[in-house]
C-alpha cells in the first residue's frame, strides 16, 4: 500500500526522523494562512502517489502568503501528468505547503527488502535528487549499502559507517547516524517495504532533514497497522484495483489486451509470460487464490471485462484446493449476466477437471477450450486480434 508524502512525513516524525515544517491544505482558502505562519516564503508541493511532480508543475516556490494563495487555487483540482501518471494523469485534491529552506547539500537515502540477501538493506548516495536507477546505472559506486540482520536493527556501528562514508563532518555525522537510526526503526516497526529520502537535505544552517518522503507499506501486515491502513487515498487506485480488493482478488492493471484469469500467482506470471511469448501482450495480472468460491471466481470475471482494452480471456486454472468445477460455474454464470461478446478461451487441469469441461460444453456458451497452456495462449492471441 501506498501513502502521501505528508503521512510518511508523519509517521516518520514520530521515530525521530527530522523533516520540514508544514502543514496539508485542501481548500485553497487556508493556504495564506499556513503561508503566515511558516514564515511566508513557502514551496508548495502537490500530493499524489507519483513522482515526478516538479516537472509537471506539482512543486511551486512562493514568495509570501498572496503568492501561496493564489498558487494554491491553480494547484488544487488540477490533473497533474508526470512520467509516472500516464497521460491521464491525476487530481490535486490536497497540497503539502512546507517552509523554504536553503540546503547545501542534496543526498539519497532509502531502506528496501533485498530479496536476493533475505534482508533490509539501507542505502545512501550522495547524489540526491535524482532518480536512484540513474545513479545506479550511471555511478554505482556512490551507493552506499548496509545489510540489516533480521530482528537486530542497524547497529550504531553501520550507522555511523554510512555517515562518514557520505563524507560528513563529525558534527554531522552524529545528526546522520541518528537519521538513519531513526528511519530504520520506522521501516521495521511498520513492516514497511519501502522508506526513500530523496532528496535528504543539509540545510545552510547545519541541519539534515528528509525534504522528501516516500513509504510503501506490505499488504500482507496492515492487519497489524490499522492506523496505516486507515491512511489509504481510494481516489489514488485503479478502480478496477479497489474493486478486486473488496472482493479477496489480487489484481493489478497492464497494458495488454488479453485478459488473464488464473489461481496462483506463479502460475499467473507463467501465463502472462507465455502469452508474450505466443506474441500477445497479458492485460492484467489477476490470481484468483487456491481457496476462492464461485462468487470471487465471477467477480474476477467482471473486473476483467470492465477494462475496454479486453479483447480476449484466458482462464488458466489448475484445480487442487479450489475444483475445476467451481470455476466453470462461476465462469458460466458471468458469461451470462455480463452478455460477453469477446472470445474466452479455458483451460482446466487437475480436480474436477472432466466436469469443468462438462459444465463449459453444456452451457450454451462459446468457449474455447484449450489442450495446455501454449495452446490456450497461442488461441487467446490470435482470437484477441
Do not use: W
Amino acid at each position: 500500500m501506498k501513502i502521501h508524502e505528508f503521512q510518511a512525513k508523519q509517521i516518520l516524525a514520530r521515530y525521530g526522523v527530522t523533516v520540514p515544517r508544514g502543514e496539508v491544505i485542501e481548500r485553497a482558502e487556508d493556504a495564506r494562512r499556513v503561508a503566515a505562519k511558516l514564515g511566508g516564503r513557502v514551496v508548495l508541493k502537490a500530493q499524489i502517489h507519483a513522482g515526478g511532480r516538479g516537472k509537471g508543475g506539482g512543486v511551486q516556490l512562493a514568495e509570501g502568503p498572496d503568492d501561496t494563495a493564489g498558487k494554491a487555487r491553480a494547484m488544487l483540482g488540477m490533473k497533474l501528468v508526470t512520467h509516472q501518471t500516464g497521460p491521464d494523469g491525476r487530481v490535486v485534491r490536497r497540497i503539502l505547503i512546507e517552509e523554504a529552506l536553503a540546503t547545501a547539500r542534496e543526498l539519497y537515502a532509502s531502506l528496501v527488502v533485498d530479496r536476493g540477501s533475505g534482508k533490509i538493506v539501507c542505502m545512501a548516495s550522495s547524489e540526491g535528487g535524482v532518480e536512484i536507477e540513474t545513479v545506479a546505472a550511471e555511478r554505482p559506486e556512490t551507493i552506499l549499502k548496509e545489510f540489516v540482520e533480521p530482528g537486530a536493527g542497524l547497529h550504531a556501528f553501520q550507522a555511523r559507517k554510512l555517515a562518514y562514508g557520505l563524507g560528513f563532518e563529525p558534527a554531522l555525522a552524529g545528526q546522520a547516524s541518528q537519521f538513519f537510526s531513526a528511519l530504520s526503526r520506522a521501516f521495521q516497526e511498520t513492516d514497511a517495504s519501502l522508506a526513500e529520502i530523496n532528496p535528504l537535505v543539509v540545510t545552510t544552517d547545519g541541519r539534515l532533514l528528509a525534504l522528501d518522503a516516500k513509504m510503501n507499506f506490505d499488504d500482507n501486515a496492515l492487519y497489524r497497522h490499522p492506523d496505516i491502513f486507515d491512511l489509504r487515498d481510494l481516489n489514488e487506485e485503479d478502480p478496477l484495483e479497489v474493486k478486486a480488493s473488496e472482493h479477496s482478488l489480487n489484481y493489478i492493471r497492464l497494458d495488454g489486451n488479453v485478459g488473464c484469469m488464473v489461481n496462483g500467482a506463479g502460475l499467473a506470471m507463467a501465463t502472462m509470460d507465455i502469452i508474450q511469448y505466443a506474441g500477445g501482450r497479458p492485460a492484467n495480472f489477476l490470481d484468483v487464490g487456491g481457496g476462492a468460491n464461485e462468487d470471487q471466481v465471477r467477480h474476477g470475471f467482471e473486473i476483467i471485462l470492465s477494462d475496454p482494452n479486453v479483447r480476449a480471456v484466458l482462464i488458466n486454472i489448475f484445480g487442487g484446493i479450489m475444483r475445476c468445477d467451481i470455476v466453470a460455474n462461476g465462469v458460466v454464470a458471468a458469461a451470462k449476466s455480463l452478455d460477453i461478446k469477446i472470445p474466452i478461451v479455458v483451460r482446466l487441469e487437475g480436480t474436477n477437471v472432466d466436469l469443468g469441461k462438462k459444465i463449459l460444453q453444456e452451457s450454451g456458451l462459446n468457449f474455447a477450450v484449450a489442450t495446455g497452456m501454449k495452446d490456450a495462449a497461442e488461441k487467446a492471441v490470435r482470437l484477441a486480434v
